[in-house]
Structure formats: C-alpha cells, structure tokens
C-alpha cells in the first residue's frame, strides 16, 4: 500500500517540477526577448530622424538667406549672432551649422562672387565693345553699390578668402580682354589701362560708402567714362604713363597679372640619421 501511495506522489512532484522549469524557461526567454526588444529600439534610428535631417537643412538654408541680407546691409563686420537673430534662429542653431562668422562668409563666397564674374564675361564678348566695357562697369557698380558685402570682398577691405587670387585671375582676364577690344575698336583712349576700370570700382564705391546714396554713384561714373572714352580731338596723356604693374603694394583690390601659384606642398618629413646599430 505504501509503495503505491508514494509512487503517484511522486509522479505528481516530477511533473510539478517539470512544469516549474517550462515555467521558469519560459520567463527566462520572454525576459531576453524583452532585452533584445529594447536592444533593437535603442540601436534603430529614431523614427524622427528624417524629420530632424529636414529641419537642419532648412535651418542652413535661413541662415544662408539671412546672412546675405545681414552682409548686404551691414558689411562683413555683422557678426554671426546677428545673422541668427536675423534668421529667428537661436545662436546654438547657427554655431551647429557653422563654427564661425567665416565659414559663412566662406559659404556664401562663390555665389557672391559667381554673379561679378558673369557680369564681366559678358561685357568681354559684346560684340560692341564700348558698349561691354560701360555696361560690365555699370553693372559692377550696381552690385556693389546695393551690397555692402560684396564690396568689402571686392575692394580687399575684408578679410582674404578662400580662392580669391584664382577668382581675381580669371577676372582679369575678362578686363584685359574688355580693354584689348575697345582699343582695336578705337572707343577707349589708347593709354587706358586694365588697372584704371579696377581704380574706378574703387571711385565709384566710395561715392556710396561716404554718401550713403545708393544711386549717387551713377553720376560720377557718367563722368569717369567720359574721361575713358576716346574722343576726336588728341587728349592730354593721363599722368603716371604707362601703369604697367599693380600699384606697390600691391592691394588686394587689383587684379593679379599672372596665374596664381598652386599651395606650396608639405616639406618632407625629416629623414632619421642612421644609427650604428643599423649595420648590426
């Protein structure tokens, strides 16, 4: 009798105990299933993450359009708090984007400078020549004249940017091409020089620095090309003859005569003597 109470006993605590390790097996998987769960959201992307992409590209893009607004009426000294302001941006945001005033300008320095090129290859292939040359200075000087900024990078009175001896290069060669031509058309008085149109950008901006009229340039450069183009009677030679080169020194304002140089390569790493063991 005893032997057959014990054996049901026992059949029941083997299958109380079996049942106690599904049980505990089953917790151990739905807790690891749980930890890779949770693994998984945190190694996944925030679903966000597009939205926030957009956001900063649209951020970038205000403090661009912004800073050309802020550059244009204040000039370069405007700082980058004032571009963010200007934006309705925080000045977090625009140091995320940017880690300084100069990497904006610098960002916004071939747009600047796509326009005054454009402007001057077109006066270079007029086919009337006087026409490209008083058109090309006439348009050059709106720019400047309705931008501050763009005159401070063009008159050399910021700070040197990046690629700017290549892009001044390629400007004179528009110039020289622009003077080359009104002279063999016979419109330009023959000791005009390429130099002299940079020297009236120079005349004719300062008109608006120290007026603040923004249109008052237009009457001096009436005058200015008066005095360029060439007339029926002999004129009186201009003096300082023949300019020939840049002033001394040179200004960044003026067109270099040569192409610039590519940057110097790194000097070489110092060679290690060698050493009485590297015989051994």
């Not at 249109?215 to 004129?235: C, F, I, N, Q, S």
Request: proline share 10%; glycine share 8%.
């Amino acid at each position: 009798m005893y032997g057959g109470e014990e054996r049901p006993r026992a059949a029941a605590r083997a299958t109380t105990g079996a049942a106690a390790r599904v049980q505990r097996w089953w917790q151990d998987a739905r807790g690891r299933r749980h930890a890779l769960d949770a693994g998984d959201r945190l190694m996944a992307p925030p679903s966000d993450a597009p939205r926030l992409r957009r956001d900063a590209e649209v951020n970038r893009r205000r403090l661009l359009a912004a800073a050309r607004e802020v550059f244009r009426d204040r000039g370069l000294r405007a700082t980058l708090d004032d571009v963010a302001h200007h934006a309705g941006l925080g000045v977090g945001t625009a140091y995320r984007h940017f880690r300084n005033k100069d990497a904006l300008i610098d960002a916004l320095f071939d747009d600047m400078l796509a326009r005054v090129e454009e402007v001057t290859r077109e006066g270079a292939e007029d086919p009337d020549a006087w026409r490209g040359l008083a058109t090309h200075l006439e348009r050059v000087a709106e720019l400047q004249a309705l931008d501050r900024g763009l005159r401070e990078v063009l008159l050399g009175t910021g700070r040197p940017m990046p690629g700017e001896s290549e892009f001044r290069y390629r400007i004179g060669r528009h110039v020289d091409l622009m003077v080359e031509r009104a002279k063999a058309q016979g419109v330009l008085r023959p000791d005009a020089e390429p130099w002299d149109l940079m020297a009236i950008q120079l005349m004719v901006a300062a008109v608006t620095d120290r007026t603040g009229r923004p249109d008052l340039w237009r009457r001096y450069l009436h005058l200015l090309l008066d005095g360029l183009r060439a007339g029926p009677e002999p004129r009186e030679p201009l003096p300082c003859g023949d300019l020939g080169e840049p002033p001394t020194p040179p200004g960044r304002g003026f067109f270099p005569r040569t192409e610039p140089s590519p940057p110097p390569s790194p000097p070489p790493s110092p060679s290690r003597s060698p050493s009485p063991r590297d015989g051994r």
